[in-house]
């Protein structure tokens, strides 16, 4: 909850965030928005609606007075149908998510990237699409080949940008390094650029293999490298830019 958070963002220098849906409800999307209305710090709500619902008009209009919703997410990751992302009644939904401003989190893992890119070549100009933690590359099992050479491809997109997050639980949970991820984030970097890719905690799952504390000084290891410019790209401005904050 927001009370658990705000220290935890205080300790690490993290001035705001936007929550992100987990539960594929309304019910949750309204959950989301009451809080960031009670707590400043949440400047933003990522919300899910029914995207292939006939009646999605009708659900984004009873949204429409809520400034914080900037976006939508459906977990994809968890359907099982390889066509899903290229239905053409979530390509619909999809398209009216644009008209409409609304971004959209793409929640996939790598064995999902192939429907992923013909999504990709089938959405509208302009359409703002963040993939969330890199896609879920398979680290465990250090298979790299064919997730970058399908990233590669979303990121000629250039309305497609990309969340630094997620890796700690796609690794052994107990006892990953730094190293583990090196060639995935130097990939999403030469293949993205820092101007389109965005610092995300995945808080709270990410506790599952790290703390907040961990996962700032392991986006910070690689960071810190980059000019200051591309730093505040990576850690609030590529944010603020997406969501519109």
Same mark, same amino acid.
């Given at each position: ?15 705001? %965030? ?25 400047? +933003? ?70 429907? @992923? ?8 100009? +302009? ?21 970058? @050479? ?11 940008? %990309? ?38 905690? /995945?808080?709270?799952? %990410?506790?599952? @293999?790290? /703390? ?34």
């Amino acid at each position: 909850m927001p009370h658990d958070l705000q220290p935890i963002l205080k300790k690490n220098g993290v001035d705001g %965030c936007i929550a992100v849906q987990s539960d594929q409800s309304l019910i949750e999307t309204q959950f989301l928005l009451d809080l960031a209305g009670d707590f400043s710090f949440i400047q +933003g709500v990522v919300g899910w609606v029914d995207i292939q619902d006939e009646e999605l008009d009708e659900q984004l209009d009873f949204f429409s007075h809520e400034n914080k919703l900037k976006g939508f997410r459906h977990i994809v990751q968890g359907e099982s149908d390889p066509e899903f992302l290229l239905r053409p009644a979530f390509l619909s939904g999809i398209k009216k998510l644009h008209e409409r401003n609304f971004t959209y989190d793409l929640l996939i893992t790598y064995n999902q990237l192939s429907q @992923a890119v013909r999504f990709a070549d089938q959405l509208a100009e +302009g359409q703002s699409v963040v993939i969330d933690h890199l896609a879920k590359p398979n680290i465990l099992e250090k298979e790299f080949d064919s997730w970058a @050479a399908y990233m590669k491809k979303l990121s000629q997109h250039t309305n497609f940008y %990309c969340k630094f997050s997620g890796l700690v639980t796609e690794a052994k949970w107990n006892s990953w390094t730094k190293e583990d991820f090196e060639p995935y984030i130097n990939h999403i970097f030469d293949s993205f650029g820092a101007e389109r890719i965005i610092f995300g905690s /995945d808080w709270p799952v %990410c506790t599952l @293999a790290a /703390d907040y504390s961990q996962i700032i000084e392991l986006v910070s290891s690689y960071v810190d490298k980059l000019s200051k410019s591309e730093q505040e790209m990576v850690w609030h401005k590529n944010a603020q830019t997406f969501y519109k904050l």
